[in-house]
């Protein structure tokens, strides 16, 4: 019996004996290898690759100088651990980040193993360094699955739902989300941390506020060019720190090596994970000097921040960044994927908007686009169609009915249209069913 099952249902079974149902995969199946931009699972069948990883693979699945980095590393050096003797390429990794991350202020930078830990750090840093407890988040963010990482986040279901209690002095206030916003989304948002410093937490008990540039898991919400500006200004005038978490955005994925450049906004502590590591886990935390150095010596670390493989992995990353311009090239990607996109709105009436920033780029799903009632069972069978047609993509937003684009930079023009193609045949198959409502 057990012998004419196919590998995928092999695995399936071991999956649903062995791994518990709260991790779940967008796309189902295993994978078995992956090189470009292209997954091929456990049946030899390849799929383009519109996830990269969830935005880990910026600079492409087995890019042959991360590759070769590591295997390099891996002869010389693995896992002194920083807390023990720090691993020289520690170092060089700190110098190069405190170097592209934006800002000509004096800077250092820890390395950490993830998003949240980048998040959970950048929090302790801030309240070491302004001795005050409150921390303001978003509605509508994600900042990891950590307990002060899922405290910061602005999602309920299913992140939030039955973790609870949640670390205490977090406090939330609405993101500008101009496509479900009435009138000003910057007035709003501001008018919500006003509301906020008047009726909870007065803003000199705040150390700090985290705010993703461009929400990821919220759907690729891109904020009013004044937002961040207006934001950095209440911050300054209440000594509240910023931070920036750029663990999606970042790594030339919005066009620029960071989304905040070009905000006119330097944050005082930037988090970032994700593409840092090709594909290693590593993440980073990077601040003005003076205010990474307020927690005392012991005060930082972890067993396995700075391992010196995931370092290696990321200095090379760093060297295909700018070697390969990759925001450069995000900037082309982006612009022809938006163009489709456009044109797939005349076309579907379920787009209710089109938007993003370099190669982070995404729709929103609706049901009518006059009540923009949100459309997340469509959503899931565009995504179950693009897998059927042999494309990884995957969905966000508080109401699940987002589809985000995540290729990997470094995606061939041939690639790229093979992947738009098969997400418009998705959306076509699905508008035939659906009433045409404008
Ligand atoms: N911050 C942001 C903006 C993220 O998108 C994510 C992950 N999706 C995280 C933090 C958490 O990162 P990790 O999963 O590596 O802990």
Same mark, same amino acid.
């Given at each position: 019996?057990?012998?004419?099952? =196919?590998?995928?249902?092999?695995?399936?079974?071991?999956?649903?004996?062995?791994?518990?149902?709260?991790?779940?995969?967008?796309?189902?199946?295993?994978a078995a290898e992956a090189h470009g931009a292209t997954v091929t699972d456990v049946e030899g069948r390849s799929f383009i690759d519109f996830a990269a990883g969830i935005s880990v693979m910026n600079v492409g699945h087995d890019h042959p100088r991360v590759r070769a980095a590591i295997l390099e590393q891996v002869a010389r050096l693995v896992h002194p651990a920083a807390q023990v003797m720090m691993p020289e390429v520690y170092v060089r990794l700190a110098q190069r980040l405190c170097e592209v991350t934006p800002g000509d202020h004096a800077k250092k930078a820890m390395i950490v193993n993830t998003g949240a830990e980048a998040v959970e750090n950048a929090a302790k840093i801030a309240r070491s360094f302004t001795g005050r407890p409150a921390l303001v988040s978003f509605h509508n963010a994600f900042h990891g699955r950590t307990l !002060?990482? !899922?405290?910061? =986040?602005?999602?309920?279901?299913?992140?939030?739902?039955?973790?609870?209690?949640?670390?205490?002095?977090?406090?939330?206030?609405?993101?500008?989300?101009?496509?479900?916003?009435?009138?000003?989304? =910057?007035?709003?948002? !501001?008018?919500?941390?006003?509301?906020?410093?008047?009726?909870?937490?007065?803003p000199d008990r705040v150390a700090a506020v985290i705010v993703e540039p461009i929400q990821g898991e919220g759907g690729f919400v891109v904020p009013p060019a004044d937002f961040l500006p207006r934001l950095a200004e209440v911050c300054r005038e209440h000594g509240i720190l910023l931070?920036?978490?750029?663990?999606?955005?970042?790594?030339?994925?919005?066009?620029?090596?960071?989304?905040?450049?070009?905000?006119?906004?330097?944050?005082?502590?930037?988090?970032?994970?994700?593409?840092?590591?090709?594909?290693?886990?590593?993440? %980073?935390?990077?601040?003005?000097?003076e205010v990474m150095d307020a927690p005392t010596a012991g005060?930082?670390?972890? =067993?396995? %921040?700075?391992?010196?493989?995931a370092c290696a992995a990321a200095l090379a990353v760093l060297d295909v960044m700018a070697e390969e311009d990759l925001p450069a090239r995000a900037l082309r990607v982006g612009a022809t994927v938006r163009a489709r996109m456009e044109a797939w709105q005349e076309r579907f009436p379920a787009i209710g908007e089109v938007?993003?920033?370099? %190669?982070?780029? %995404?729709?929103?799903?609706v049901r009518d686009r006059a009540t923009r009632e949100p459309d997340p069972a469509l959503t899931a069978e565009v995504l179950h169609l693009c897998h059927e047609g042999g494309l990884i993509v995957l969905k966000a937003g508080l109401h699940d009915n987002v589809v985000r684009l995540l290729m990997p930079l470094t995606i061939a023009d041939a690639e790229l249209e093979e992947g738009l193609l098969i997400l418009e045949g998705a959306l076509a198959s699905t508008n035939h069913n659906r009433e045409v409502t404008k």
């Open positions: 019996m057990a012998t004419t099952m =196919t590998p995928t249902e092999q695995l399936q079974a071991a999956r649903d004996q062995f791994v518990p149902r709260g991790l779940a995969s967008a796309m189902p199946g295993f !002060l990482g !899922l405290s910061l =986040t602005g999602k309920a279901a299913p992140y939030k739902q039955d973790f609870g209690p949640f670390a205490p002095e977090v406090y939330q206030v609405p993101f500008p989300y101009p496509y479900r916003t009435p009138g000003n989304a =910057t007035d709003v948002a !501001l008018a919500g941390l006003d509301a906020l410093f008047h009726a909870a937490v007065s931070i920036a978490d750029e663990v999606q955005s970042g790594f030339g994925r919005a066009g620029r090596m960071f989304a905040i450049e070009g905000s006119g906004v330097d944050a005082d502590i930037v988090t970032m994970a994700k593409s840092l590591g090709g594909g290693m886990p590593i993440g %980073a935390v990077v601040g003005r000097a005060g930082l670390g972890g =067993t396995f %921040a700075g391992n010196a493989v938007r993003g920033a370099g %190669a982070m780029m %995404a729709i929103e799903l």
